[in-house]
């Protein structure tokens, strides 16, 4: 037997080494893997090495950037004015709006009300390869983040938690071909299912032809599927293309999130939505 | 007795290499436009085993650098392992006929194996369901990371082979330390 083992050695090294591979996508494809006890211990020598080059070079385009945008303070000063007194205009209008919206939804008989506490977390470092679209956080367990918690910044949805470690935790994003987020267009109201495709454009799945959706219109997430709260930006429509049959349409996406210059997220570590009462909806408002 | 304990430290000291690379490559060049021209240092590293380690050692290096690369992307676990194993098998069995006299040489190889490893990253990706846009994607960054793979070869093999012969992991060092040792028996 040994014999026979030291002879055929090269075939059977040669065998194993094709065989791990395949065992490791195949277990793999069934259910998405967790970090390991040395995943974890690769990580733990990588991630200080990337929260220092990631704070090296933010140090340093954070002054290149103020000595630039210096040279044009007073020429922004103006634009910004002239945008605030815009805005209070539209504020004012706004508020009006809420009031009609409050009233509305009282003699709906119902109100929502959403709890939301949230981690705010820095991106470490992005996905090794440059196929899929994952980021690095630092922040992990220790601060309360456990997988599939939603996260977003302040242009819209991120994306979702993949797995943690104490300190760390990998976000795959909307961009991913892991991901999939159910949104309504804001505007007709036609859900549809958002789907990476590059690193700055998605598509809208499952839409029906007759679907209205025009390029320009907002997607908002659903919060079907309860990973992301409802309402948050998804995207914008950039183009649409109706082809001569079929029943489905093909619908492109630009995401809301820059994700080139993603460097702040939040981690939606508690998120519940449920029906008040009206009286208690207006006791809120007031 | 310390150039055994330095030629044991060779491994560790390659996979510790592996880790800074992929760290350095995963939040240096996450920055935009120099995301275009991310090298794989993983796959150089691969090249390297391929070429100038025995075949069981190599292998299990490429395994577990396989496995440092699945613990910094959101790729399906298993693809890194069957692209540099594919890649890690068929340059062994292409080495027997190529002839690498220099570092140009080297570079070109680590050109090719580059686009070819990409190829088979693609065709598993496919296999797996991966849309026809995501492969179109994948296209583009097939040949930027080639020539920076190629261009950044030419140093980081330079390091490697000091590190060989620093740790006497490299022939002739692997000569001088059996020398020694038969010398030492004497």
């Given at each position: 037997m040994v014999k026979y083992l030291r002879e055929y050695r090269f075939y059977i090294v040669l065998f194993a080494f094709i065989l791990i591979p395949v065992i490791a996508i195949d277990t793999s494809t069934r259910a998405p893997r967790e970090y390991r006890f040395y995943d974890k211990v690769i990580v733990f020598i990588t991630s200080p090495i990337q929260v220092s080059i990631t704070w090296t070079l933010d140090q340093l385009a954070s002054a290149f950037q103020n000595y630039v945008y210096l040279l044009h303070t007073r020429q922004e000063n103006i634009l910004l004015t002239d945008e605030n007194r815009k805005l209070l205009n539209a504020i004012a209008g706004l508020r009006e709006t809420e009031q009609e919206n409050i009233r509305l939804r009282k003699l709906l008989n119902f109100e929502e009300q959403t709890k939301m506490s949230a981690v705010v977390a820095r991106v470490i470092a992005k996905d090794v390869s440059t196929d899929f679209r994952a980021v690095r956080i630092n922040r992990g367990e220790n601060s309360g983040i456990r997988r599939n918690m939603a996260v977003v910044s302040n242009e819209g949805v991120v994306g979702r938690i993949l797995r943690t470690t104490e300190h760390t935790a990998d976000v795959v994003t909307?961009?991913?071909?892991l991901s999939a987020v159910d949104v309504i267009?804001?505007?007709?109201?036609a859900r549809g299912v958002f789907e990476g495709l590059t690193d700055d454009t998605g598509i809208l799945r499952?839409?029906?032809?007759?679907?209205?959706i025009q390029p320009g219109d907002e997607l908002i997430s659903?919060?079907?599927?309860?990973?992301f709260p409802k309402g948050k930006p998804v995207g914008v429509v950039s183009k649409v293309t109706k082809k001569p049959f079929g029943i489905s349409q093909d619908v492109e996406v630009h995401p809301s999130v820059d994700f080139s210059k993603l460097e702040e997220v939040l981690v939606i570590t508690h998120y519940e939505t449920d029906l008040m009462s009206p009286e208690k909806a207006v006791e809120k408002s007031k | 007795m310390i150039r055994l304990l330095l030629r044991t430290s060779n491994a560790p000291a390659l996979l510790l290499i592996a880790m800074i690379g992929v760290a350095i490559q995963s939040s240096f060049f996450s920055f935009w436009i120099l995301n275009y021209f991310q090298p794989d240092v993983l796959l150089l590293l691969v090249i390297w085993f391929a070429l100038r380690r025995p075949f069981v050692e190599g292998g299990v290096l490429t395994l577990i650098v396989a496995e440092i690369a699945e613990t910094h992307?959101?790729?399906?676990?298993g693809l890194f392992m069957i692209c540099y194993m594919a890649t890690f098998l068929s340059l062994r069995g292409a080495a027997r006929l190529l002839?690498?006299?220099?570092i140009a040489s080297l570079m070109l190889l680590t050109l090719f194996t580059s686009v070819f490893a990409k190829v088979i990253d693609m065709g598993v990706f496919r296999l797996l369901g991966g849309s026809r846009a995501q492969v179109q994607h994948m296209i583009v960054f097939i040949f930027p990371t080639a020539l920076v793979n190629a261009m950044l070869g030419k140093w980081l093999y330079r390091w490697l082979e000091k590190l060989d012969w620093a740790t006497f992991k490299n022939i002739r060092a692997e000569r001088l330390l059996g020398d020694d040792l038969n010398l030492e028996i004497g």
């Open positions: 909307i961009l991913d071909l267009n804001e505007r007709s109201r499952y839409t029906v032809r007759t679907d209205d659903s919060g079907l599927g309860g990973v | 992307t959101a790729a399906p676990s002839v690498i006299p220099d």
